[in-house]
């Protein structure tokens, strides 16, 4: 029987996949609930009544020296 050292046997490899598979949906699960919650505070931010003050033409007239 002999033992060689630094060889890729199928174990290794299919292990390396599995945990790069792994990885990789941890991250496109990391990526959804942070665009989950971008969209969820963009919608908490609008907002619909905005009232402006009723004064006429305030701000129609700028002044500018030159």
Do not use: F, H, R, W
């Not at 002999?2 to 060889?7: A, K, M, R």
């Not at 949906?25 to 402006?52: C, F, P, R, W, Y």
């Amino acid at each position: 029987m002999s033992v060689e050292l630094n060889t890729n046997s199928a174990v290794s490899s299919s292990i390396e996949t599995t945990l790069a598979v792994k990885s990789a949906n941890l991250v496109k699960s990391q990526t959804e609930l942070e665009g989950q919650m971008a969209l969820n505070l963009i919608a908490s931010a609008v907002v619909d009544n905005i009232s402006l003050p009723a004064s006429g033409n305030s701000g129609q007239n700028i002044n500018i020296k030159v």
